[in-house]
């Protein structure tokens, strides 16, 4: 049997609708709606057009189903970001972007009614200021917020104009930082004790099973059968794309989902919520099956991505990513590093507050070496990228107790050659990058299991990943001081 899917993968950046094949020894993707995405700016805050994205999901979909037939459909997005519904289902302002800087200094407020120990012993996540949690504590007071209903994560809410169903996919569910970790259902206690309405948060279900079939009214606009069913998928798009992570069963591997940001880390079956997990600020996010993806974000290609958009916003000439890339590869290696995952890199970067600068002005701090040209700069940000891997790779195999003997690299980042290489030369292990559309295949694959297909599990799904997608091996190579390279990261300048 082989299905035919709409994969729809959004990104902060760009949001994509797949037409997948999935079959006996088949699995294929093809780009048949693309669009561009990116915070709106309104009044000093930081919206998604959340609208604007169902239409584009919308096109997609009758895209998919004007090429050939349509089984099913799955969407996934980046985590964190909701919509509230008011008691009538409809949508109350927009969804805020965890770009946006109103929950800067949420945290240390949050902390002080419950500490970050009984946090992590209840969420197990990396304290990030842009959690839903957070979010929704800078939003309480707000007409909002006080009318709300029903929270809908991105994934859910356009899941739930495409059905009419309510639900919280429990992958994305477990970014919120109101999930319980252990027992895989919201802590209403949490929410409580923050004064949150708890009861907004929808009834949790599975990747995997089937939210609903199409509304009939959405199905007419389309041109199809009511009964094409939405899936649930990993609706965390890092969840789906660790699903196509084509890695072999029982090798012990470390995987980078790299793209807007980098998710780094492991895939295990239980959470690990010890002290020094907590210390070293470690995630424990839900999996496709029930695994645990304990990982870090990393802030990923965005830095290089805000270099570029500066450059070009003030036409550098060779600011096109394939001149920077060559620029960074005949630069001096580790000649400044900095921390790439300081707060100040975070916002997007303006004409008074550009990127580049940023990043400068982090080295200056920390008494580096400045970098001049455009080709410097992204050598200091891919150094510094692979830098961070090489840390928190290495931390999370001591602290889930395992080895580290190849690590996967996916997504978008995947086709960058110059920052797998450095990465495989920073760990000391080999690098494997590809697929670069592992989240859109993770979608894929999840949603051809729900409708028969013969994958039982995760090693199925990846097997049948390896014998379709071709990956390229990266080897380390010795001669530079990542140690010394690691030393000067974060460290005070002399004198
Ligand atoms: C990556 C991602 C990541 C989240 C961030 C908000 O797209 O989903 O896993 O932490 O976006």
Sequence with gaps: MTLRVAAVDLGATSGRVM????????????????????????????????????????????????????????????????????????????????????????????????????QYAVNGLQQLPFTTVFQLVAARGTAALE???????????????????????????????????TTGEWSSDLARRLELPWSILPPLRDAGSVVGPLRPEVAADLGLAPEVPVVAVGSHDTASAVVAVPAESGSSFGYISSGTWSLVGLELDGPVLTEDARRADFTNEGGVDGTVRFLKNVMGLWVLSECLRAWQDRGTPATDLASLLAGASTAAPLRTVVDINH????????????????????????????????????????????????????????????????????????????????????????????????????????????????????????????ETHDVRRHDPRPGLDWDAADGRVGREPAG
């Design 147 to 181: 009318s709300a209903h029903t929270l809908l994560l991105l994934p859910d809410l356009l899941g739930y104009w495409l059905t009419g169903e309510i639900g919280a996919e429990r992958t994305n569910a477990s970014t919120t930082g109101l999930l319980d970790v």
């Design 19 to 118: 037409a997948a094949r999935v079959g006996p020894g088949h699995l294929s993707l093809k780009e048949v709606h693309r669009f561009p995405n990116g915070g709106v700016p309104v009044g000093g805050s930081l919206f998604w057009d959340v609208l604007g994205i169902h239409r584009e999901v919308l096109s997609g979909i009758a895209e998919v189903a004007r090429t050939g037939q349509l089984d099913g459909i799955g969407i996934d997005s980046w985590a964190v970001d909701y919509g509230l519904l008011d008691r009538d289902g409809e949508l109350l302002g927009n969804p805020h972007s965890h770009r946006d800087p109103r929950t800067r200094d949420v945290p240390e407020v949050v902390a002080k009614t419950v500490d970050v120990q009984e």
């Design 343 to 466: 707060p100040s890199l975070l916002g997007p970067g303006s004409a008074t507050d550009p990127m580049p600068e940023r990043v400068v002005g982090l080295a200056r701090a920390a008494g580096e070496p400045l970098p001049q040209t455009p080709g410097e700069i992204t050598r200091c940000v891919l150094d510094s990228l692979a830098l961070a891997y090489r840390r928190h790779l290495r931390t999370a195999a001591r602290l889930a107790g395992r080895d580290l003997e190849v690590v996967h690299v996916v997504g978008g980042g995947s086709h960058n050659h110059l920052l797998c290489q450095l990465t495989a030369d920073a760990l000391g292990v080999p690098v494997l990058a590809g697929p670069g559309e592992a989240a859109a295949l993770g979608n894929a694959l999840v949603q051809a299991r729900a409708l028969g297909a013969d994958l039982p599990d995760l090693a199925a799904m990846r097997a049948l990943v390896r």
